[in-house]
């Protein structure tokens, strides 16, 4: 994933950034609801690249594994900034794009179980 330049991603926040999924949600909310200032400046940063990424494939007509892996990437960090509309959508996006490949990548449906855990969206 090529990760554009705005805002301004250092080397370690790109290497960081790309490991990112769903599986950090633990990580970055066990800290009592707190997210250190270098947690925060990371998701922003990661959701603005990401969001030109995506317009820039749009635009160009881009095949659809590149938009899939974008928007499940959107998920990803929507799920972790706790932005749980947002990375239903996402996660959305990334399964009609690409339904076999979304319930290969534990990540995604992990993120997915985590969004429709929160609003309650589930049968027992």
């Not at 997915?112 to 049968?123: D, I, P, Q, R, T």
């Amino acid at each position: 994933m090529n990760i554009t330049y705005e805002p301004r991603i250092t080397y370690e926040e790109e290497i960081r950034f790309i490991k990112l999924n769903s599986f950090d949600f633990i990580h970055f909310w066990n800290k009592k609801g707190d997210l250190l200032e270098a947690d925060k400046a990371l998701l922003y940063k990661g959701i603005r690249n990401l969001d030109s990424e995506l317009v820039k494939l749009v635009e160009a007509k881009e095949d659809k594994t590149k938009i899939y892996k974008v928007y499940l990437k959107i998920g990803h960090i929507s799920l972790l900034a706790k932005d749980f509309p947002r990375a239903l959508s996402s996660y959305q996006k990334a399964y009609n794009l690409n339904k076999d490949g979304f319930w290969k990548e534990p990540a995604s449906y992990f993120g997915l179980g985590m969004v429709y855990f929160h609003f309650k969206a589930f049968e027992m």
